[in-house]
Antibody, heavy 120, light 111 residues
Framework: EVQLVESGGGLVKPGGSLRLSCAAS????????MNWVRQAPGKGLEWVSS????????YYADSVKGRFTISRDNAKNSLYLQMNSLRAEDTAVYYCARVDSGSYYVGDYWGQGTLVTVSS | QSALTQPASVSGSPGQSITISCTGT?????????VSWYQQHPGKAPKLMIY???NRPSGVSNRFSGSKSGNTASLTISGLQAEDEADYYCSSYTSSSNPWVFGGGTKLTVL
């Protein structure tokens, strides 16, 4: 069974940092690209960042470019999102999602999400 | 403001059919056959319902179908059931600096 489990969310002050993790199981993690998608409270979905299976290709939304860094460790079946210089508008539930190679959907399996709250 | 435009809400009675539209531009919906649709129940993660405009992942009911005409994609749900009540989001691959864009979401109410 495919499982994606996010962790690392919490309350952080503006300007602070947080590192999110996504633990994958039930599939060959190293064969899939991965996405981070966020959802502000009561709002819609927003794509945040993507990383290819071998980390060769990395993309960021304009809203987080220069502040967030996506990475993965295929040996540990894990995906990460390092978030620096956090702002109030980064407050959201952050989901990791799996993308099959050569596919153009955002994700066929999603984790349950982890809440990040940026507030003083 | 979302890049793709969806109606805020739609409703229908059990057994009826409804259609949710998703309007973009020639840089996203109109330029690629890479529109996908996601269902999200309150407090839950999104679920992929349609990809590449009209393809259903394994396990998704054939009551869900997708189509596209020009810059507008559509999701049709036939034989509405109570469990279909949820938020629905469209997404498209795009040629802009952000490779994926979402619609603002549509709340489906089953009367």
């Amino acid at each position: 069974e495919v499982q994606l489990v996010e962790s690392g969310g919490g309350l952080v002050k503006p300007g602070g940092s947080l590192r999110l993790s996504c633990a994958a199981s039930g599939f060959t993690f190293s064969s899939y690209s991965m996405n981070w998608v966020r959802q502000a409270p009561g709002k819609g979905l927003e794509w945040v960042s993507s990383i290819s299976s071998s980390s060769s290709y990395i993309y960021y939304a304009d809203s987080v470019k220069g502040r967030f860094t996506i990475s993965r460790d295929n040996a540990k079946n894990s995906l990460y999102l390092q978030m620096n210089s956090l702002r109030a508008e980064d407050t959201a539930v952050y989901y990791c999602a799996r993308v099959d190679s050569g596919s153009y959907y955002v994700g066929d399996y999603w984790g349950q999400g982890t809440l990040v709250t940026v507030s003083s | 403001q979302s890049a793709l435009t969806q109606p805020a809400s739609v409703s229908g009675s059990p057994g009826q059919s409804i259609t949710i539209s998703c309007t973009g531009t020639s840089s996203d919906v109109g330029g690629y056959n890479y529109v996908s649709w996601y269902q999200q129940h309150p407090g839950k993660a999104p679920k992929l319902m349609i990809y590449d405009v009209s393809n259903r992942p394994s396990g998704v009911s054939n009551r869900f179908s997708g189509s596209k005409s020009g810059n507008t994609a559509s999701l049709t749900i036939s034989g509405l059931q109570a469990e279909d009540e949820a938020d629905y989001y469209c997404s498209s691959y795009t040629s802009s600096s952000n490779p994926w864009v979402f619609g603002g979401g549509t709340k489906l109410t089953v009367l």
